[in-house]
Each structure stands twice: as structure tokens, then as C-alpha cells.
């Protein structure tokens, strides 16, 4: 591989998708309690995903983020992925620069298109073929509505004239807007306009080969994407052994037919956890969303494993 072999010289962040944790709370008491935890045990962020007609309780991110902004002190809070066809981008907007006001600066915006076989497209009215070039649109008007005043913006979807969106988020240069996906189209999308890139159940190679590309993208564009901003979403499972974790991941994950499950998750005992994760590393990726996908009931414990054994030796110091 082609990344740098120096894992020191690397600024390695880890954090947490909630995920199993919602359900096995039971309770937002519970949920907090699980959350202090996880920033006691200095984990970077907490992540969550977005989905409408989910068959599973899925709590709206944006919402979700905030009951924990307001709680947190340092961790950051994360969405991957917010399916952006699905949103009115102004609104929007103005959602998320109100959380990162509010949180100080600590929200991490990582956006999509939604999953192929999602029914949020017709739930909300938007038919499945427009969703990339809705993205594309939202990306861009979003990214002025953070930074500029008296926005004129003519799409196909969306359009202002001379709006000027306050409160605007607490960073100078808006909410860093990185997006995920591994097709040669969210590659392009990745190079033209995002901040970064964090990609789901993906491969190390796939990693390598997604930054290559997205860099070839980003200088055709007159972009420069810092190398510090690609990142990966990777199942994890600790057990005995590589088989035990496997087995108990299988029945937490979907399959990925075109991959066996030990390529793209982390499994087994916390040296084979750590070995996987610096196959990343050395592939280009800093930042880690870490999912759970042990026994059911176990994600807490699952965490707090990670944050013994792996968070120490691997992700850099604040």
C-alpha cells in the first residue's frame, strides 16, 4: 500500500456509532449514562446515522445530537450519514449551523444519498434518480449559506435570493461537509466538493484506491482535500478468537456480497482489532467511526474494551 508507514506521524481519531447502543439503553437516562461513559473513557465522538422509514427505531440525528450536545463537554457529535435528498437544504442549514453554535464548534457533518433499498425517497417524495444531483445542489448551497451573505443561488431544485442565513455556525468557515459512499460517482463528489471522506464497510484497498481517485478529482476541480480529512466506518468485535467474533458480527451485520466480512470489520481478540485498523491507517485513513457488532447486549462492554486496549496504543492524544 501506498500510505505512509509512520502510524505515529498520523493524527488518529476514534469515535463510537451509537447505533445497537440506542436500543440496548432502554431509556434517554440510560443513553446518557452510556455516553458519559464514552467521554470518560475519552472517546473522540459520537455518530449517528439517519434513516425515515427505518423498520428499527432510528431517532432523527439532528435532534438526537442535540439532547447529547448538551450534555457532552468535549466529545464530538457526528452524523454518517445524513441523506441529503431527503432534507430541504435551507432548513437545513440553518439546523446545523444552530448545533454547531451551540455545541462550539464540535459537529462533525458527514452526508449521503441514502441506501439503495431505502423507502425514505418515497416517504418523502423525491424520486430516486434525482437523489445525486440533489445532493450535489444542497452541498453547494449549503457551504454559502454558512459563510456568505446575501446569497443569490438558481438550481434546479432549490433556489434563493439574497438570503442571508444567522446564526451562523461557530467555525469561520462553515461546517466541514465530508461525504461518504465508494462508487466512481461518490468519488467524483468526494474530490468536487466535500471536505473529506468517510466511507462505509470498505476495504483498506478500497480506502487507498477511494483517496487516490478522489484526489485526481479534487485537483481537476481546483481543490486541495488535507490529508488528515479520510476517514473509514468499521464494524468491530471482540472475542477469543477471529471465528467467535466473526460468527456473532455475521448476525449483526448485512452481508456485503462481493467481500468476506473479515476485510472490511475489525474482529477478534485486541491485537487483531489493532492490526486491522493500522491496515487502514497505512492505506490513508485517520478517523475512525468504530460500530459495534458483538453479542446483542454487548455493545457497552464492546466499547469500553476499545477503549482499554486499542484507544491507547492507536488514537492520538487531544
Not at 481546483?222 to 467474533?245: M, N, Q, T, W
Request: with cysteine; aromatic share 6%; net charge positive.
Amino acid at each position: 500500500m501506498n500510505g505512509l508507514n509512520d502510524l505515529s506521524a498520523q493524527k488518529i481519531r476514534i469515535g463510537i456509532a451509537l447505533g445497537e447502543l440506542l436500543s440496548e439503553a432502554g431509556s434517554p437516562a440510560e443513553l446518557l449514562r452510556v455516553v458519559d461513559d464514552c467521554e470518560r473513557w475519552e472517546i473522540d465522538s459520537i455518530w449517528v446515522s439517519d434513516r425515515i422509514a427505518a423498520p428499527q427505531p432510528t431517532p432523527e440525528p439532528v435532534v438526537l445530537l442535540s439532547f447529547l450536545a448538551s450534555r457532552l463537554k468535549r466529545m464530538k457529535l457526528g452524523t454518517s450519514a445524513l441523506v441529503l435528498p431527503t432534507r430541504q437544504p435551507v432548513t437545513l442549514a440553518k439546523e446545523l449551523a444552530t448545533l454547531d453554535l451551540l455545541s462550539e464548534g464540535r459537529l462533525l457533518l458527514v452526508a449521503g444519498l441514502g441506501a439503495d433499498d431505502s423507502r425514505d425517497f418515497e416517504a418523502t417524495g423525491v424520486p430516486r434518480e434525482e437523489r445525486g444531483r440533489r445532493a450535489d445542489e444542497a452541498i453547494a448551497l449549503m457551504k454559502r449559506l454558512w459563510t456568505e451573505e446575501n446569497v443569490t443561488f438558481r438550481g434546479r431544485f432549490w433556489s434563493t435570493t439574497g438570503l442571508t442565513l444567522v446564526p451562523r455556525p461557530y467555525r469561520r468557515e462553515g461546517i466541514p461537509l465530508w461525504t461518504g459512499g465508494r462508487s466512481p460517482a461518490a468519488l467524483r463528489r468526494a474530490g468536487r466538493l466535500a471536505d473529506g471522506w468517510l466511507a462505509s464497510r470498505v476495504t483498506p484497498r478500497e480506502i487507498e484506491a477511494g483517496i487516490q481517485a478522489i484526489r485526481v478529482h479534487a485537483a481537476a476541480a481546483g481543490r486541495c482535500i488535507p490529508g488528515d480529512h479520510y476517514g473509514a466506518l468499521v464494524p468491530f468485535c471482540f472475542a477469543k478468537s477471529v471465528a467467535e467474533a466473526s460468527a456473532c458480527a455475521a448476525q449483526a451485520l448485512r452481508d456485503r456480497p462481493d467481500a468476506a466480512l473479515g476485510d472490511y470489520a475489525a474482529l477478534g481478540p485486541p491485537e487483531r482489532v489493532r492490526e486491522k485498523l493500522e491496515e487502514y491507517v497505512r492505506a490513508g485513513a485517520t478517523k475512525f467511526v468504530m460500530r459495534p457488532a458483538g453479542p446483542k447486549g454487548s455493545a457497552r462492554d464492546q466499547i469500553k474494551t476499545l477503549a482499554e486496549t486499542i484507544l491507547p496504543v492507536l488514537q492520538t492524544p487531544a
